[in-house]
């Protein structure tokens, strides 16, 4: 079946401008998550949605950056003003239950210049 | 979560089984051990987990030590795809939904 889809694959954009990525997860996975990695570097979580609870936002490194899930489903990232530090692959993940192996799409990559 | 301790590197001949250790003193009960993998240029790929009994699957094997304080994945007969970094994690789920920690991992390389 599908796997989860991101798009696009790479973005690359000016300092300051602000960018959406898209993250289509497994049909019926009821858990999305975000998660960035930068260059050489492990993966950072961002935010996790479940179901139709308060997304879990502790992750997020700045308030330019937003997610929402719409509909349980499609889930857009939000990084608004980029700075060059936003550089990186933002991967998105989904999953059925939190206990449940997380499913990671290819990922994005971002290159703010 | 806790935190894990896991070597840098470690290389493995084709064909031979790939031992990677991971230590996680400080556990707690309702942790889980997860590994993941991640092939360069791919989002991260599940592996196995396990919460104290040995795990095995069409992938890997999991052997957790009686005390929880540490682990070994094995991959059995190893093959050049399985070159990438490996990740040991300890999550709990509940309070820490989704919140995968993941460290630095182990880059195994497989060489023929």
């Known amino acids: 079946g599908a796997g989860v889809s991101q798009s696009p694959s790479n973005k690359v954009t000016e300092k300051g401008k602000d960018v959406e990525l898209r993250c289509d997860p497994i049909?019926?996975?009821?858990?999305l998550y975000w998660y960035r990695q930068s260059l050489g570097q492990g993966l950072e979580f961002l935010i996790y949605?479940?179901?139709?609870?308060?997304?879990?936002k502790s992750g997020l490194p700045s308030d330019r950056f937003s997610a929402e899930r719409t509909g349980g489903s499609v889930s857009t990232l939000t990084i608004q003003r980029t700075q060059q530090e936003d550089s990186a692959v933002y991967l998105c993940?989904?999953?059925?239950?939190?206990?449940?192996?997380?499913?990671f799409g290819p990922g994005t990559r971002l290159t703010v210049l | 979560d806790a935190k894990t301790t896991q070597p840098t590197s470690m290389d493995c001949a084709e064909g031979r089984a790939a031992n990677l250790p991971c230590n996680h003193s400080t556990i707690s009960g309702n942790e889980y051990v997860y590994w993941y993998r991640q092939i360069h240029s791919q989002g991260p790929q599940y592996i196995i987990h396990g919460l104290k009994n040995n795990e095995t699957n069409e992938m890997a094997s999991l052997i957790i030590t009686e005390d929880r304080k540490s682990s070994t994945l094995i991959l059995p007969h190893a093959t050049l795809r399985d070159t990438a970094v490996y990740y040991c994690i300890v999550y709990a789920g509940g309070t820490s939904y989704g919140k995968l920690t993941f460290g630095q991992g182990t880059i195994l390389t497989v060489h023929p």
């Open positions: 049909s019926g996975h009821t858990a």
């Open positions: 993940a989904s999953s059925y239950g939190t206990l449940n192996e997380q499913f």
């Open positions: 949605f479940q179901g139709n609870s308060a997304p879990d």
